[in-house]
């Protein structure tokens, strides 16, 4: 095993060694690999619900399987226009997930150490591994094994909205970016004309009563109980998967009353097929999460300053808030940490 220069031991930031019996560190730290990937956390915490559904649509939302540029468009929008731009440089991918996004990094010819808190590492790592500049390990983003300000790129989409607290992990995240670097994100957000109807109503939206539910459940009995819902669910909405007004209206209704994530009118040149797993995946994400956070653009921005970051730019986008900021070119390591 190969391991980049910018891994270190997360509780003594030393360098790592491979061992017989894992990751090494001189004070005597021992990361265990499982699968070849290391793990420095393991895979119980509060996105285990995560690695489940990714095992289970381990190539639902890559464009390499879809055969549509859903991702691509996403991650060229998040970084400012060109994905070209990682070309040759160092990237931090936090909550990698199945690879949507670490493929495209890699095909654009970026050196990317990616890394999420579930196991769905190991879905990433057989969606993108082996390749030259590859290397997956499971980590948490609150404490990274990299050594501070050490990337070129840090991204973390679909991520920070999940994590116990987006500003401690927005910090951790930007603790990683070497000066001159850039940290790309997105969040949850409630646009100021929707602030009346969620502090309302958003308790009774038919989704967030459904995660009221399925978030105390045990995790194992979420999942199944979320996906026999999206399973439930999805012949009645792909009665309306079809051009024409009626249609349209019928899904708009449908879209109030229904939990299932419903894509149609977003992406209808996916087709039926990859329409339902895309439903059924993201209900799964809806409705099980731990942690949901919902921040402005203000707020992330606020966010971003707070870390020294500059050139700061967060506006409303895709799935809420997407944001982007570059840390100093004459900061020093010392005040990334």
């Known amino acids: 095993m190969t391991l980049p220069p910018e891994l270190r031991c997360p509780p003594h930031g030393a360098e790592l060694t491979?061992?017989?019996?894992?990751?090494?560190?001189?004070?005597?730290?021992l990361v265990p690999v499982v699968n070849g990937i290391p793990?420095?956390?393991?895979?119980?915490?509060?996105?285990?619900?995560?690695?489940?559904?990714?095992?289970?649509?381990?190539?639902?939302q890559l464009d390499s399987y879809t055969g549509v540029p859903i991702s691509r468009e996403r991650l060229t929008r998040c970084l400012g226009g060109a994905v070209e731009i990682v070309r040759g440089r160092s990237v931090l991918e936090v909550g990698c997930g199945a690879g949507r996004f670490t493929e495209i990094l890699l095909a654009a010819g970026a050196s990317v150490l990616a890394c999420d808190l579930s196991d769905a590492i190991e879905v990433n790592a057989r969606n993108c591994g082996p390749r030259p500049g590859y290397f997956a390990c499971q980590a948490d983003i609150l404490h990274l094994p990299v050594a501070p300000a050490s990337f070129d790129v840090v991204?973390?989409?679909?991520?920070?909205?999940?994590?116990?607290s987006p500003e401690a992990a927005i910090a951790a995240l930007a603790a990683a970016v070497r000066p001159g670097g850039?940290?790309?994100?997105?969040?949850?957000?409630?646009?100021?004309?929707?602030t009346w109807y969620f502090r309302l109503l958003g308790r009774l939206f038919p989704r967030m009563?459904?995660?009221?539910?399925?978030?105390?459940?045990p995790p194992a009995a979420s999942s199944?109980?979320?996906?026999?819902?999206?399973?439930?669910?999805?012949?009645?909405?792909?009665?309306?998967?079809?051009?024409?007004?009626?249609?349209?209206?019928?899904?708009?209704?449908?879209?109030?009353?229904?939990?299932?994530?419903?894509?149609?009118?977003?992406?209808?040149q996916l087709g039926p097929e990859r329409l339902a797993e895309w439903s059924i995946l993201d209900t799964h994400d809806a409705v099980t999460d731990r942690y949901k956070h919902f921040r402005n653009p203000d707020q992330i921005r606020a966010a971003l300053l707070a870390c020294g970051l500059i050139d700061v730019e967060a506006v409303y986008g895709g799935n809420g808030v997407e944001a982007r900021a570059r840390r100093p070119a004459n900061a020093s390591s010392q005040d990334a940490a």
Request: charge should be positive; include cysteine; charged fraction near 20%.
């Open 18 to 29: 491979v061992g017989a019996a894992g990751l090494e560190c001189a004070q005597g730290c």
């Open 39 to 60: 793990r420095f956390v393991d895979s119980s915490l509060y996105a285990a619900a995560f690695g489940r559904q990714w095992k289970a649509h381990p190539r639902t």
């Open 155 to 164: 991204i973390a989409l679909g991520v920070v909205q999940h994590t116990p």
């Open 182 to 194: 850039q940290l790309v994100l997105d969040h949850y957000t409630v646009r100021p004309r929707d």
């Open 209 to 217: 009563v459904v995660r009221e539910v399925l978030v105390r459940l």
């Open 224 to 268: 199944r109980a979320a996906d026999a819902l999206s399973h439930a669910l999805l012949p009645l909405h792909r009665l309306f998967w079809r051009p024409g007004p009626l249609a349209r209206t019928a899904r708009v209704v449908l879209r109030k009353l229904s939990p299932l994530a419903d894509y149609y009118d977003r992406f209808p």
